[in-house]
């Protein structure tokens, strides 16, 4: 074991795949002596060489391009998109050949290519590099969405994402980049589709991922404090989700909160709640709830942007009232 930032976490995750297998590369803006955001690509381009590690033009929809040709002639790339504001730049690459490709062509082509995206708020960076587009992937069909929110998870899940035969939105948070943890250096990557129960609790399943999942655990460790134990669910993959963790959860403790840094509106948020409800509302002692940020672009300001962000006070206070609504309605 090893303590790294979610940072290098990536970082040793690629060069340790690109030793393993000759195919994978990676591409993007600014990736060589820079080393990218945050040195995620740090020294890569000194060990494995331009051809592996490639500085490109500022043009998100011929990164892209280039990728999904690549991918399709045999490679695997890994895309850098920089924020995942840019991302919308090569949104039809995206959506209308890498997620189509293997559906159209009958299976005679799989498309291994990973899109490295960075979302959430980080202090000051304003509307046009503060989204968080999570929902936009995941309503594409063909496409795998992972999101990350240790760095343990950091470095077994982009392992995954880099052998993963479909196309990978890979959505890093980046006010996770300098976070620090415990990482497994020799550890096989983790399975995708699974999630991991963070704290067990029984009164409340709380469903979080990424950058929210610290507030949500600190905010159930406010709670534990009152006297009410919140099972904290760490998503990891957006898609597929893990349905059996999130409902074998929510059929115990009867409610289900789901929080989320993105717009609340039309969130992944409505999903679960959706799905859980179709499926679980005989099981449900109240209706379930989703936190998000307003609909509004993300403010430069600092005082304004901390009104925008879901904060471990409004968590308390939200979990504190399904609690009190259940038990005024004699439910468990």
Same mark, same amino acid.
């Given at each position: ?28 803006? *600014? ?53 995942a ?19 159209m ?6 498309v ?5 995206q ?54 890093e ?10 990482? *497994?250096?020799?550890?096989?990557p ?9 704290? +067990?609790?029984? *009164? ?55 929080? +989320? ?12 709640v ?10 449900l ?45 004699? +439910?468990r």
């Amino acid at each position: 074991m090893a303590v790294m930032t979610y940072a290098q976490a990536a970082q040793l995750a690629l060069r340790q795949e690109m030793q393993r297998d000759p195919r994978v590369w990676a591409l993007g803006e *600014d990736l060589g002596p820079e080393g990218g955001v945050a040195g995620q690509y740090l020294d890569l381009q000194r060990e494995f060489g331009r051809d592996r590690i490639v500085d490109t033009p500022i043009s998100e929809s011929t990164i892209m391009g280039s990728a999904i040709g690549a991918a399709i002639c045999g490679t695997r790339p890994v895309v850098e998109l920089r924020y995942a504001d840019f991302g919308l730049c090569a949104a039809d690459e995206i959506v209308n050949q890498a997620a189509k490709a293997r559906y159209m062509l009958g299976g005679q082509v799989r498309v291994p290519v990973v899109i490295r995206q960075q979302i959430g708020f980080r202090d000051g960076m304003a509307a046009q590099h503060s989204q968080s587009t999570e929902a936009w992937w995941v309503h594409i069909p063909g496409l795998v969405v992972v999101a990350p929110a240790t760095p343990s998870d950091s470095h077994e899940l982009l392992k995954a994402a880099i052998r993963c035969d479909d196309p990978v939105i890979y959505m890093e948070h980046k006010e996770l980049w300098t976070t620090s943890g415990e990482v *497994d250096t020799a550890v096989e990557p983790a399975p995708l589709g699974r999630a991991l129960v963070r704290r +067990h609790g029984t *009164d409340l399943t709380l469903v979080t991922w990424s950058g929210m999942l610290p507030d949500c655990l600190a905010a159930a460790e406010t709670l534990s404090a009152r006297g009410v134990q919140v099972e904290v669910i760490d998503l990891r993959t957006l898609w597929p989700w893990d349905r059996d963790t999130v409902f074998g959860s929510v059929a115990r403790t009867g409610r289900l909160l789901v929080v +989320h840094q993105a717009v609340r509106i039309g969130g992944f948020g409505a999903e679960l709640v959706a799905e859980t409800t179709e499926c679980l509302f005989g099981d449900l002692d109240c209706a379930p709830r989703r936190l998000g940020a307003p609909r509004t672009p993300v403010p430069y300001s600092q005082p304004l942007e901390a009104l925008c962000r879901v904060s471990e006070a409004q968590i308390v206070a939200t979990v504190l009232a399904m609690v009190g609504a259940a038990a005024s309605t004699g +439910h468990r």
